[in-house]
């Protein structure tokens, strides 16, 4: 099976006198779901800002999607980037544009065409129970309503590779059930791979996954 | 209202600069087309005992545009009440040639010595008359006018560069989240960018516009044309052509300058 992350002895900072994340190996499977635990300012978002080449590693190998991420040039880590959905922690939509056109942001960068466009969006908005509100901006809804935008965001292009970073963080148990459904729908039914950074593992989980733990700097699959 | 919000600043700062732009033209119009009078209205007048041709006159100084003889009948005429007839044309025989001097521009006080001891080393010349004292306190004014206007033209210079380092900033904050976002996604810096050119060029046109409109509605009003009279002189105002194109041309530069030193001083955010 293809590894879509090749992490080999990998660290990770933000400056020369603090690692985040201490020569770390590990792989992904294209195709798995992954969840990644661990303590607040463990480094779980560190560790993703790397996976999607915004932090570059400190020390060591990552490879993702076949790029090395310490070598990629900025073009080719655009093209890997158009090929990942993100869900930022911070949610990062786009305060000026509305919630519709900021799920729409992967399918223009992506140059899909409109009547594409339109459809994948309302699907998705009806699938995050936000229909009603896809005229609105983003400062107008509520946090986990912003949230499950951010989702809808991360799955509009239909990536092979999702990263969610703590993507029910905000969310009751019901609108958390909707995106969990969402996660493994794509997994399931696209083969797509997806890393999700959570708190707590839902109990409800219909498909196997990995699940990987943060602590000191290193990281061990927890069986 | 968001999106009006959004051109606001910028067309207020690109208006003002094309407003000190226009005026600093206009002054400058004003001032040649005042010099130009002056030296229309200023004139040398010589004096000699010799009739002196048009070519030698010019000869002594290439300042000399034209020459004129003063008929003294018009003088005599008022004399003649009381001089007899014969020693009348007496002293017309006797009496030297008056010429009048033009000059090509209106001349600097070293100019104006200069010609003057040009003329007077000639031996028939007896007089020139260059009313100097009043020439000089004019060409003083004028100096001091041109001061003004360099330190009016130096300081909006200044303004104009603080405006934009101002405008710089907010349209920093304004754009950085969102090209930082889009370029998570993957997307080029041309794509990225390319709402801030729309509104960088879209603010040029809308200010060089509001710059027209403001232009041509003053150089029809009544009030600037009084202004004008009272100097005594005339001028193009505003050329809806060639000035509307330095305007727009500058209003264009400013705009993209700016969204190209955000382009090129954007980072990825960590
Ligand atoms: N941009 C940054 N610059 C410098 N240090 C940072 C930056 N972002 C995070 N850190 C530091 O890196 C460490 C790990 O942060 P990270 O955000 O990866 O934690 P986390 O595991 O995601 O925590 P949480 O569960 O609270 O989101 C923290 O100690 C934090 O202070
Ligand atoms: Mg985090």
């Not at chain 1, 660290?11 to 798995?32: A, H, P, R």
């Not at chain 1, 570059?56 to 790029?67: E, F, N």
């Not at chain 1, 148990?173 to 950074?197: H, R």
């Not at chain 2, 009348?88 to 521009?105: A, Q």
Request: hydrophobic share 45%; proline share 2%; glycine share 4%.
């Amino acid at each position: 099976m293809d590894r879509v992350i090749i992490a080999e002895d990998l660290s990770l900072s933000y400056s020369d006198d603090e690692t985040i994340i201490n020569k770390i190996n590990f792989s992904v499977n294209s195709g798995c779901f992954v969840f990644i635990t661990g303590a607040s300012g463990s480094g779980k978002s560190t560790l993703l800002k790397s996976l999607y080449g915004a932090l570059k590693p400190a020390q060591g190998s990552l490879v993702v999607g076949g790029v090395e991420i310490s070598k990629v040039s900025k073009s080719k880590l655009n093209f890997l980037r158009r090929h990942i959905g993100i869900v930022f922690q911070d949610y990062k939509l786009i305060k000026e544009w509305t919630i519709e056109k900021n799920i729409m942001l992967p399918l223009i960068i992506n140059g899909y065409e409109k009547n594409v466009t339109q459809n994948q969006v309302d699907s998705l908005l009806k699938h995050v129970r936000l229909k009603h509100q896809s005229g609105k901006y983003p400062l107008e809804l509520s946090g986990g309503e912003q949230q499950r935008v951010a989702m809808a965001r991360a799955l509009s292009h239909n990536p092979i590779l999702i990263l969610a970073d703590e993507p029910t963080g905000n969310l009751d148990d019901y609108s958390a059930g909707l995106i969990w459904n969402l996660l493994e729908g794509a997994n399931t039914q696209l083969k797509t791979t997806v890393i999700v950074v959570t708190h707590n593992i839902p109990e409800t989980m219909n498909i196997d996954y990995k699940h990987f733990h943060i602590e000191y700097g290193s990281i061990h699959e927890v069986n | 209202m968001k999106s009006i919000r959004n051109h606001f600043s910028l067309v207020v700062a690109l208006v003002s600069i094309l407003f000190s732009i226009q005026v600093f033209t206009i002054i400058e119009r004003s001032i040649s087309a005042y010099k130009e009078n002056l030296a229309s209205s200023y004139s040398i007048i010589v004096v000699s005992q010799l009739s002196i041709d048009e070519k030698t006159m010019k000869s002594f100084s290439s300042l000399v545009d034209e020459v004129s003889e003063l008929n003294p009948d018009h003088v005599i005429q008022r004399l003649n009440t009381k001089i007899d007839p014969k020693n009348l044309e007496l002293l017309k025989l006797t009496l030297p040639n008056f010429y009048k001097l033009k000059l090509t521009h209106f001349p600097t006080p070293t100019e104006v010595e200069n010609l003057t001891n040009n003329l007077l080393n000639k031996k028939s010349i007896t007089k020139v008359e260059n009313f100097s004292h009043n020439h000089d306190s004019t060409f003083k004014l004028l100096l001091l006018f041109k001061d003004v206007i360099a330190v009016f033209s130096l300081s909006m210079f200044v303004v104009t560069i603080l405006l934009i380092i101002k405008e710089l900033k907010i349209w920093q904050f304004m754009h950085n989240e969102r090209m930082s976002i889009m370029g998570l996604f993957g997307a080029p810096i041309w794509l990225s960018s390319a709402v801030l050119f729309r509104l960088a060029i879209v603010d040029a046109i809308i200010a060089s516009i509001l710059s027209f409109i403001l232009f041509t509605y003053l150089s029809t009003s009544f009030w600037v044309e009084e202004q004008l009279s009272y100097i005594g002189i005339e001028i193009i105002f505003f050329d809806q052509v060639m000035d509307f194109a330095i305007l727009s041309g500058v209003a264009l530069f400013l705009s993209v300058l700016l969204a190209l030193l955000i382009v090129i001083g954007h980072k990825e955010e960590v």
